[in-house]
């Protein structure tokens, strides 16, 4: 006997579809804009895109009214494992006090406290509301733990929201060990690394002045991709600095922030595979000076944008914001932005079958309230977001 087919959605009467397919519809650029569109899901892929008026018939029908539609969002930089916040923190920065890495520190004494009823309530709250404003793949990292029970209670916890899961036990030296980095990173490379590692398919270090440095990031890096985890590194953010460096040679997926980069950081990430991730909602939540974009995408690096939404250094969960702010401040295109949130984060992710509209991807679809893209940026604060498809299926608002 036949399995029964999936049922079939059409969404049709797409105004304009950003596909990410090369080649698709009646533009150049790497979007494969289509106007007059449609897409057709089953078994939670597409498997049917182009014009409206050759659309196959389905099982069930949404008129999107001629929207605009893209691909879901892919945020692949978060930090979603944390209790309380710091608002008193951030407060104090808008009155003219730096940014410092030892704030972390708040943080870590909160997300301990917490029950594990507690860290779940959280992240599906920060999720929820990234969802509604159409992330439809996350990443989120430990590091608000920072011993071995609280970084792999971390790490279970997001693994029960999503696959890309980040061991970061290198967020800050524990404060147990404010004496003893050396002891630090050996408990990091050793039995944290042993409890944390069935739980997570990435290994990330903060690779900056007052965290870790070139040699104990390199340390770690190396020992994770030794238990089969992949680096990605939080480069550069603070000031110059051997993160962007290490993370090209140690072949990482992503260095992330690079807002703080020479000449020869800019030619290493365009000439190797790492993708350059620009994160605007740490800038804009610090006061400090965006990243340069432009230098990164005329060198020819792969560039890819997302919230790092932390209680700490950037506490927005919604990437149309930092479109709009890479749009105003970082010298991008609204397309360039737009790739960059989309099949930006699925290369920083290492991911083919989503931040993308083509037969086979996963069926992940945000419907905009709008008639272009475009307009993610041009009307910056608005919620544009009106309809959210992950794997298929309509989130339930
Ligand atoms: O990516 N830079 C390191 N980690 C976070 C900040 C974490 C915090 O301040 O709590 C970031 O910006
Ligand atoms: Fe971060």
Redesign the pocket.
């Known amino acids: 006997m036949n399995p029964t087919p999936a049922p079939t959605t059409l969404v049709t009467n797409i105004g304009s579809l950003v596909t990410n397919t090369p080649g698709t519809g009646d533009c150049a650029t790497p979007l494969g804009l289509l106007h007059d569109a449609a897409v057709v899901m089953a078994g939670g892929r597409f498997v049917w895109a182009g014009p409206a008026a050759r659309a196959p018939e389905a099982d069930e029908r949404y008129d999107a009214g001629g929207r605009a539609a893209i691909p879901g969002f892919v945020d692949s930089h978060s ?1 979603l494992v944390f209790a309380g916040d710091r608002t008193a923190e951030f407060n104090a920065r808008m009155s003219g006090h730096a940014y410092r ?1 030892g ?2 520190r708040t ?1 870590v004494a909160a997300t301990r406290a917490a029950t594990d009823d507690e860290l779940d309530a959280n992240i599906t709250r920060y999720l929820t509301e990234a969802l509604r404003q159409g992330t439809t793949t996350f990443e989120t990292k430990s590091g608000y733990g920072l011993t071995v029970e609280d970084e792999a209670r971390a790490l279970r916890i997001a693994a029960r929201h999503t696959d890309e899961t980040t061991y970061l036990g290198a ?1 800050i030296v524990a404060p147990e060990y404010a004496d003893d980095p050396a002891g630090y990173v050996d408990l990091v490379t050793g039995p944290m690394l042993d409890a944390c590692a069935p739980h997570a398919r990435w290994v990330d270090v ?1 690779c900056e002045k007052g965290a870790f440095d070139g040699d104990q990031a390199r340390a770690i890096l190396t020992a994770g991709a030794a238990r089969g985890l992949v680096p990605r590194v ?1 480069a550069n ?1 603070l000031g110059h600095g051997p993160g962007v460096q290490l993370a090209v040679e140690l072949n990482a997926a992503s260095a992330d922030h690079c807002t703080h980069l020479t000449d020869a950081d800019v030619d290493a990430l365009a000439n190797g595979t790492t993708v350059a991730t620009l994160l605007p909602g ?1 800038e804009f939540s610090t006061r400090a000076d965006w990243p340069d974009a432009r230098r990164l995408l005329a060198a020819g690096a792969t560039v890819a944008l997302s919230t ?1 939404c ?5 506490f927005t969960s919604s990437m149309p914001f930092c479109i709009a702010l890479a749009v105003r401040d970082m010298g991008m295109t609204p397309d360039e932005a737009l790739w960059s949130a989309t099949a930006g984060g699925a290369a920083a992710l290492r991911r083919t079958d989503i931040g993308r509209i083509s037969v086979g991807a996963r069926a992940d679809l945000a419907l905009l309230d709008a008639p272009s893209h475009v307009h993610l940026a041009y009307r910056p604060g608005v919620p544009l977001v009106r309809e959210v498809w992950r794997a298929g299926i309509r989130a339930d608002f």
């Open positions: 930090h890495a704030g972390i943080t967020h903060f939080h953010q740490a790092d932390n209680p700490g250094s950037s």
